[in-house]
């Protein structure tokens, strides 16, 4: 267990839809980030937050959006769901801002049908 | 943008022999190199990493090299054993970049190791 709690570990859900992926960072950590990892595209960063500000942002579509609360677990909104959202979310976490050594969560498989 | 590049893809070697996987990274200001292995079903695990002060770091089986002029660096796994298959990533990244705090990763390395 490597301390990241990632909720649910599976989502099936339709086109067009809308799904909340829930992180909880390892105990201690302010950071939070979240990857998505597909065949295709391997680790792909979305966004960053430390200490519920947004902190660094890649390559997140429009139709996605995050937060980080004040008791520092993070969600990752997914909407308008397309098949080619069908990938893994990761949510990885850290002490500090820097990605030094961040740790990783077990993941959600989203599949879209 | 950054780029971090991967070789091989996959790599079979027999238990006991070593496995060397080699990246590639774009951007001048990075000065951290993980390495992560993600076994299937899991998230990628941090296995070593190192510091573009430092050419080189060991860590039992494991060790990692860095060259900054070339901007290469490699992952070696001696005396491998069949827990050690896995897809193994390397990533790059400035540390206290800001706006560019992210880790960028490679593609990833199948290493599959046969009894």
């Known amino acids: 267990d490597s301390g990241v709690t990632q909720t649910p570990k599976h989502l099936i859900t339709a086109t067009g839809q809308r799904v909340t992926l829930r992180c909880s960072p390892r105990s201690g950590d302010l950071s939070v980030y979240w990857y998505q990892q597909s065949l295709d595209q391997g680790l792909q960063f979305l966004i960053q937050?430390?200490?519920?500000?947004?902190?660094a942002k890649g390559n997140i579509l429009e139709r996605f959006s995050a937060q980080q609360f004040p008791d520092l677990h993070s969600e990752l909104n997914l909407s308008s769901l397309e098949l080619g959202d069908s990938a893994l979310y990761f949510c990885a976490s850290s002490v500090d801002p820097a990605p030094y050594g961040y740790t990783f969560g077990s993941g959600t498989r989203l599949t879209v049908v | 943008g950054e780029n971090v590049e991967q070789h091989p893809s996959t790599l079979s070697v027999q238990e006991g022999d070593s496995a060397v996987i080699k990246c590639t990274y774009s951007d001048s200001a990075s000065n951290y190199f993980p390495w992560y292995k993600q076994e299937l079903g899991k998230g990628p695990q941090l296995i070593i990493d190192i510091r573009s002060n430092v050419g080189e770091k060991k860590d039992q089986r494991i060790a990692v090299t860095l060259n900054k002029t070339a901007k290469h660096f490699s992952l070696h796994i001696t005396e491998t054993q069949p827990e050690d298959s896995a897809v193994y990533f390397c990533a790059a990244s400035p540390l206290y970049g800001g706006a560019t705090n992210k880790l960028i990763f490679g593609t990833g390395t199948l290493l599959a190791v046969q009894p």
């Open positions: 937050y430390y200490n519920g500000e947004e902190r």
